[in-house]
């Protein structure tokens, strides 16, 4: 799954947001029509997520759905974070790979 950049302004398809972005639900993806709702009647207070239409296929991009979601809620906001593996992480990692 590609991070999100906040900087991304590639529109893609809606739908592959659903797969890229977590669900409150371990090990599940965030449901499309999670995704729709957002979308088209928004949530309370009239947000909704920037789409466009492109065809047939409502598209979005990274910068929109960052935006959405740091707007939506104070509590609730993304953060950037990288992911470094603990020493026994690395140690494991480094035994499968067969270094020393």
Do not use: H
Request: hydrophobic share 35%; charged share 30%; proline share 9%.
């Amino acid at each position: 799954m590609e991070p999100l950049n906040p900087r991304c302004q590639r529109l893609r398809p809606l739908a592959e947001y659903a797969e890229r972005l977590p669900s409150g639900r371990p090990g599940k993806c965030l449901n499309r029509a999670t995704l729709w709702r957002w979308a088209l009647p928004g949530l309370r207070g009239g947000r909704r997520l920037r789409t466009a239409a492109l065809g047939g296929t409502r598209v979005t991009c990274d910068a929109w759905v960052w935006e959405f979601v740091n707007n939506a809620d104070p509590g609730s906001q993304l953060r950037l974070v990288d992911i470094v593996p603990d020493p026994a992480e690395r140690e494991r990692i480094a035994r499968r790979l067969g270094a020393s």
